[in-house]
C-alpha cells in the first residue's frame, strides 16, 4: 500500500471514529451534570484530539486537501470544547440566585460550582438630600446632616471549592469609595466574612472562621437587591448592630426540611466600647479583637411547606463582653444579651416582614460610670413593613419589578437607665419610611424613599434618597 492510500485509510479510519463524538459536540451535547461527567468527557476528547494530532505527524505524505480540512475543523471544535468543559469546572456558565445556608444569594454562589473557584458581589450607592439641613448627626453617629452622594460599598464575594465537602467563601468591602487613611468616617476595606465549611450530614455541618452572627434579616442576607429602601432598617443596625461578624466556630444544618438552624461560639463583644448609642462599637470583628471572653449565638428558622413563602424564626446571643478589663476600678463580667424574633411572609407580589429585638446589659451602671454617659441596662427595637409588586397591573407580561413600600421602626437604646443615671430622650426613636424598589432585571434595583424620623428628645431631621444596588 503507497504512502498516500495509508494515509487517505488513517485518516477515514479516525473521521469515522471520531465522526459521533465531533457531530454530538457540533450540535451541542447535552452539558454534564457532576463534576465526574465533566472529567469524563475532557478526558475522552483530549485523548481524541491526541490521536488525531499524532496521525498526522507521523503522515509521510501530505493528505488529500478536504480531509485535513476536515480533521483541522473537528480538532478545533473538540479543543474550544475542551476549554469550555474546563472554564465551567471553575465559573458555570448559568447561576441560580438563591440564598443558601444562611448567606445571600450572590454569596452563595460557591456552593453551586462543580469545584474550584466562584466570583460573586455585590455594590450599592445613593444620594441623600436632607430635609431641613442643621448640622446634627444622621443615624451612625458619624457624617453630619448634609446633602451627599455616597457609593456606600463594592463588594467582591471569593469563594473556592476544594472538594464536595469542604469549601471556603469570603468576602471582602470596600466603603465609602476610599480607605481615607485608615479614617472609617471616610471608608475603609474590611473583610466581612471569611470561613471554611465542612459538610458531614444534612443534620450537622461545621463552619469555621470569622462568621456572620445569624441574627435578624440583615445580617446574614444585606444585598440591597432584597431589601427595601437605601438604608438598611434602623432596628438592625442599631439595636442589632449589622453588619456584626466574630471569630468563632459552630453547627448549622436541616433538623427537618422545614426546620433549620445556626449555633456558634464566637469571641464576646468589648464592653468597653458601649456607648449611650448601644453595643455598635463593641464589635470585634477579628481585627486583633479582645478574646478573653467568649459568646454564644443561636438561630432557628421555621418554613413550613403547606405555606409556600412563609418564614417564622429567631436568634438569641449571650456573652460576657468585660474582656477581663477594670471599669471604674471595678472588674465586670458585662454578660450581654440579646434575642430577637421574626417573620416574614412572601406570596405573590407581597412581601412582608416584621421583626422585634429586645437586648440587656449587666454591670450598666459601672460602664456608665466609667465612661461618662448613661448607657442603657435594656435596649429593644422593632419593625414592620410591607411591599407590594405592581408591575404586574402595568405590564401583565413582564418580568420586571415595582414596588412601593411602607416600614415603621420603633428604638430606644436607653429603654432603661442604671439607677443614678439620667435617661436620654434622643435616643428614644421613631421612624416612618415609604418608598419604591424597582428592577429592570432581577439582580439590579433601583430606590426611591422618603424617611421621617423624630424622637422623644425632638425630632431629627427627614431625607430623601435616591440611589441604586446590583448583584453579581
Given at each position: ?255 427537618t426540611p422545614d426546620l433549620t438552624y445556626t449555633a456558634y461560639v464566637v469571641s464576646g463583644l468589648d464592653a468597653e466600647e458601649f456607648s449611650s448609642d448601644g453595643i455598635r462599637a463593641g464589635r470585634g470583628g477579628a481585627s486583633q479583637a479582645k478574646a478573653e471572653s467568649f459568646a454564644f449565638v443561636g438561630r432557628m428558622d421555621y418554613t413550613p411547606s403547606s405555606v409556600p413563602g412563609l418564614m417564622v424564626g429567631g436568634s438569641a446571643y449571650a456573652g460576657n463582653a468585660g474582656q477581663n478589663q477594670t471599669f471604674a476600678g471595678r472588674k465586670a463580667d458585662v454578660l450581654t444579651q440579646l434575642y430577637e424574633a421574626h417573620v416574614q411572609w412572601k406570596y405573590r407580589g407581597l412581601e412582608f416582614r416584621t421583626l422585634g429585638s429586645y437586648g440587656h446589659i449587666d454591670d450598666a451602671g459601672i460602664l456608665s460610670a466609667a465612661k ?101
Open positions: 500500500m503507497n504512502t498516500h492510500k495509508l494515509l487517505g485509510s488513517t485518516l477515514f479510519s479516525t473521521f469515522f471514529a471520531l465522526s459521533p463524538l465531533a457531530e454530538a459536540v457540533e450540535n451541542e451535547l447535552k452539558k454534564p451534570q457532576t463534576m465526574e461527567d465533566m472529567w469524563q468527557i475532557i478526558q475522552a476528547q483530549q485523548q481524541q484530539i491526541n490521536a488525531m494530532k499524532q496521525k498526522l505527524e507521523q503522515a509521510s505524505a501530505p493528505p488529500p486537501t478536504d480531509q485535513v480540512q476536515t480533521l483541522e475543523r473537528k480538532t478545533s471544535v473538540l479543543t474550544e470544547e475542551v476549554e469550555k468543559l474546563r472554564t465551567e469546572l471553575v465559573i458555570p456558565e448559568t447561576i441560580e440566585y438563591k440564598s443558601q445556608y444562611g448567606l445571600g444569594p450572590a454569596a452563595s454562589k460557591v456552593y453551586q460550582v462543580g469545584k474550584g473557584l466562584s466570583i460573586g458581589g455585590y455594590g450599592e450607592g445613593n444620594y441623600q438630600n436632607v430635609v431641613g439641613n442643621n448640622g446634627g448627626r444622621n443615624d451612625d453617629g458619624q457624617r453630619k446632616n448634609t446633602d451627599n452622594t455616597d457609593l456606600e460599598r463594592i463588594v467582591l464575594y471569593a469563594g473556592y471549592k476544594f472538594t464536595d465537602n469542604i469549601l471556603f467563601n469570603s468576602e471582602i468591602e470596600f466603603e465609602h469609595a476610599t480607605t481615607g487613611e485608615g479614617n472609617e468616617e471616610e471608608g475603609e476595606v474590611s473583610v466581612e466574612f471569611a470561613a471554611l465549611d465542612f459538610f458531614i450530614d444534612p443534620l450537622a455541618n461545621i463552619r469555621a472562621g470569622l462568621v456572620l452572627m445569624p441574627m435578624g434579616f440583615i445580617n446574614p442576607i444585606h444585598e440591597p437587591p432584597f431589601f427595601f429602601g437605601n438604608q438598611r432598617p434602623l432596628v438592625e443596625r442599631v439595636i442589632i448592630p449589622a453588619t456584626w461578624r466574630e471569630a468563632g466556630v459552630g453547627l448549622f444544618g436541616q433538623i461618662g454617659e448613661t448607657i442603657g441596662e435594656d435596649n429593644f427595637g422593632w419593625y414592620s413593613e410591607l411591599g407590594y409588586d405592581i408591575m404586574p397591573f402595568i405590564l401583565s407580561d413582564s418580568s420586571q419589578y415595582l414596588a412601593p413600600f411602607f416600614r415603621y421602626e420603633k428604638l430606644d437604646t436607653i429603654a432603661n437607665a442604671p439607677s443614678g443615671f439620667s435617661d436620654d430622650a434622643s435616643k428614644n426613636q421613631r421612624v416612618f419610611q415609604v418608598g419604591l424598589n424597582y428592577k429592570p432585571i432581577p439582580n439590579v434595583v433601583i430606590k426611591a424613599d422618603y424617611r421621617n424620623r423624630d424622637s422623644k428628645g425632638g425630632d431629627l431631621p427627614d431625607d430623601f434618597n435616591l440611589g441604586f444596588g446590583f448583584i453579581f
